[in-house]
């Protein structure tokens, strides 16, 4: 059973001065998930980073680590790793570079869980570290082209049938990353598994609401979403129904009225008096009816 998932940073979260598209939304959806035993999965960086200048003291330590969970907070990641201190692992605290089993023993110590190597899950870009840690008997995952996979939004399904293939909660939250990238679907839950890895769920979908005498509106509305994986967890299709009926005509009418009341402000600049939802227009084009505030003034 994987109990801990552990993740390398440097060309595998990010490039460079960038974090590579996606991982955020990867990580808030891991950083949820549950192990088989329905426990919390422990997520962990451990990288290789700077050795301190012999002698090692408990002071150079930590001028280095202070150093790269700077770096961390730039990129945006450290919040998903918290407390940086039994979260974050670097060579420098085990005085030994990956794929080194001390390492990775000093991340499970630093981490405070009873976990054995063979309970772990480990993320990187390495080819060579990716073979060490599975003669280390680690589960492995490479991130890249060759790889697993090259695009982190795919990344928690393939996490998630490795982990816990039963979880409906982590299918759900890796279904939900996937789907709003490939699709645009939100809100995605899973109603129903079927042998064969068919999954009958339903998902919030952008559809354009015609308004009288006006141009149309983008709504968010439920429908149902058929969905069939494969072996690895990834999706093999996806076949989306017509939106719901009743949902539609209550936006239609929700926005007749607001229209009728004169709560929608017209044009750029500040909310029209009364009002209480604008009209805005998202990179795509579509004209979205967006609420501002709860009640007008």
């Keep these: 059973m994987i109990k801990v998932l552990m993740l390398d940073l440097g060309e595998t979260l990010v490039h460079q001065t960038t974090v590579f598209p996606n991982v955020l939304e990867a990580l808030d959806a891991l950083s949820r998930f549950e192990t088989a035993d329905g426990k919390p999965l422990a997520l962990c960086l451990v990288s290789d ?42 060579s420098t605290h085990a005085g030994a570079f990956k794929p080194e089993r001390s390492v990775f023993e000093m991340a499970l110590k630093r981490l405070k869980v009873t976990a054995r190597l063979d309970e772990c899950l480990f993320l990187t ?15 492995t995952l490479r991130f890249g082209s060759p790889g697993d996979f090259s695009d982190w ?22 279904l939900n990353v996937r789907l709003a990238v490939t699709h645009e679907l939100a809100g995605v839950m899973v109603l129903e598994k079927e042998p064969g890895d068919k999954i009958h769920s339903q998902a919030q979908q952008w559809v354009s609401v015609a308004q009288p005498g006006e141009e149309s509106l983008a709504a968010q509305v439920p429908g149902e979403v058929e969905i069939e994986l494969d072996s690895t967890g990834r999706i093999r299709s996806v076949e989306v129904g017509q939106p719901d009926s009743e949902m539609l005509e209550e936006f239609r009418s929700f926005a007749e009225s607001l229209k009728a009341n004169q709560q929608i402000s017209r044009g750029a600049g500040a909310l029209q008096p009364g009002a209480t939802h604008k009209i805005e227009t998202d990179e795509k084009g579509r004209r979205r009816l967006v609420r501002k505030r709860f009640s007008a003034i």
């Design 125 to 139: 870009e390495n080819l060579e570290h990716v073979q060490a840690c599975r003669n280390l008997g680690m589960k």
């Design 49 to 90: 980073f700077e050795m301190p200048a012999s002698p090692p003291t408990k002071g150079k330590i930590k001028a280095i680590f202070q150093k790269y969970v700077a770096l961390l907070d730039g990129f945006g990641l450290k919040r998903f790793f918290e407390p940086v201190e039994r979260h974050v692992t670097l």
């Design 153 to 174: 939004s795919e990344g928690p399904l393939l996490i998630a049938k490795l982990v816990a293939p039963d979880s409906d909660l982590n299918l759900q939250l890796a």
